[in-house]
């Protein structure tokens, strides 16, 4: 029988890739049956289901809400993968596990920003997040956290929608939109994230990778590029952060640099140009 690969958060976006790319070979959960701010719940699974390797696309990613949520987010964002890491180092099993862009603050550094850059997290959301990263580094060696930005892809059963096709909907229904053009990232297809993530883990490449797509853009230019492509044409009008006035800080400037996972020889990451066209296609 084929090695299986335990996936939490198995209906979510990423969840729903990992499931579909691993094939067979995965094994997809999800709540209420996969919490995994149950240590009792994650250790019955890891034994009943004795994978090959864990893999955590399990999040509390509503952003906005997290500020509302204090003691909910940290549950999942940072007690969580507290509990697999736990749970992997007992078993001696690996774990990949998706963090954030969201850890840089964007406004110390105008540059694509390495893993030895130090974070600085914003927000409910972001601390939580990075307090999970910091959790799995000081419990388990046989690690992967990918931290990664502005993810869209096939939406899961579990998944409310993505930026892309957001965009896609307001740019039917409205004639004017008003889209913030002061924070400086790369989306990523979910694809792309997903197969370099397990080719990691096949080739046990362990430790804290930067993975997102090629490129840099704005949340402004990025939706012009879908409505160019959707043939849309609404209205654009260009606001920053400060006007747009959410609940959540956002970061500035959070483009990451991925040469350190490039140098590996893994599979490319590409332009988002490009891999926006395939998934509209």
């Not at 090959?52 to 940072?78: I, S």
């Not at 260009?238 to 020889?265: F, M, Q």
């Amino acid at each position: 029988m084929d090695p299986k690969f335990l996936i939490f958060g198995a209906k979510g976006q990423l969840g729903t890739e990992f499931t579909r790319q691993l094939g067979g070979r995965a094994f997809p959960i999800d709540l209420p049956d996969g919490d995994i701010t149950d240590l009792y719940t994650v250790e019955e699974l890891l034994d009943a289901v004795k994978p090959a390797a864990v893999l955590n696309a399990a999040a509390f990613t509503a952003v906005d809400a997290a500020e509302q949520q204090p003691a909910a987010c940290r549950r999942v964002n940072a007690l969580g993968p507290l509990n697999l890491a736990r749970a992997c180092e007992k078993r001696g099993l690996p774990l990949v596990h998706i963090s954030t862009d969201y850890v840089f603050c964007g406004t110390k550094k105008r540059t694509p920003l390495t893993e030895t850059d130090e974070p600085a997290p914003e927000g409910v959301y972001a601390v939580t997040k990075f307090e999970g990263e910091q959790n799995i580094q000081k419990t388990h060696e046989k690690h992967l956290i990918l931290r990664t930005c502005g993810l869209y892809g096939k939406l899961g059963a579990n998944t409310m929608g993505n930026f892309v096709e957001t965009m896609r909907k307001l740019g039917s229904a409205r004639k004017n939109l008003r889209i913030v053009n002061d924070q400086h990232c790369t989306p990523t297809w979910i694809p792309n994230l997903a197969r370099a993530a397990v080719w990691l883990l096949e080739n046990e490449k362990w430790g804290l990778y930067h993975l997102t797509d090629s490129g840099e853009t704005t949340w402004f230019d990025f939706a012009h590029e879908i409505f160019r492509l959707c043939g849309l044409n609404p209205e654009v009008g260009a606001i920053t952060t400060a006007e747009w006035n959410a609940p959540a800080p956002r970061p500035l400037y959070s483009v990451l640099d991925c040469s350190k996972y490039h140098a590996l020889g893994g599979p490319a990451m590409p332009d988002w140009h490009e891999s926006l066209a395939k998934y509209l296609e």
